[in-house]
C-alpha cells in the first residue's frame, strides 16, 4: 500500500455508499459524535489533500478511495453473515456474482 493510500486509510471510519438523507435512521448512529458515514469519508478526504504538499501529484484518487473503502465493507460484511454469501450480496445490494468477483479481486475466497 502505498504512503497516500495508508494516510488515507488511517483517518477513514467507515464506508461511504450512501448520502445520509438516504439513510434509515438506524444506521446512522453507531460512529463517532453522531456523525455519518459520509462525514467521516469527507473528514478522511479533507485530512488526506491538506496533508499532501501542493508540489506532489495526485492522480486516481478515486480509485485508492474505492479500493480503501470497498475492502473493509465486503469483509464487515462478510462478517456479519458469517460468510454467507448469498446474505451478503442483499445487505450490499448487488448479485451474488458480482459479490464473488470482488472477494476475489480482494484476495478474501
Do not use: W
Amino acid at each position: 500500500m502505498n504512503q497516500e493510500a495508508v494516510a488515507l486509510n488511517s483517518s477513514f471510519a467507515e464506508p461511504a455508499s450512501t448520502t445520509e438523507s438516504a439513510l434509515p435512521s438506524e444506521q446512522k448512529s453507531g460512529l463517532p459524535n453522531g456523525q455519518t458515514i459520509r462525514d467521516c469519508v469527507a473528514t478522511a478526504l479533507d485530512n488526506y489533500f491538506s496533508s499532501l504538499d501542493k508540489s506532489d501529484g495526485i492522480f486516481e484518487v478515486y480509485q485508492m478511495v474505492m479500493a480503501e473503502v470497498e475492502a473493509p465493507l465486503l469483509e464487515a460484511v462478510m462478517k456479519h453473515t458469517e460468510k454467507n454469501q448469498t446474505r451478503s450480496s442483499e445487505i450490499l445490494g448487488i448479485n451474488r456474482g458480482t459479490l464473488r468477483k470482488k472477494l476475489k479481486q480482494y484476495d478474501m475466497l
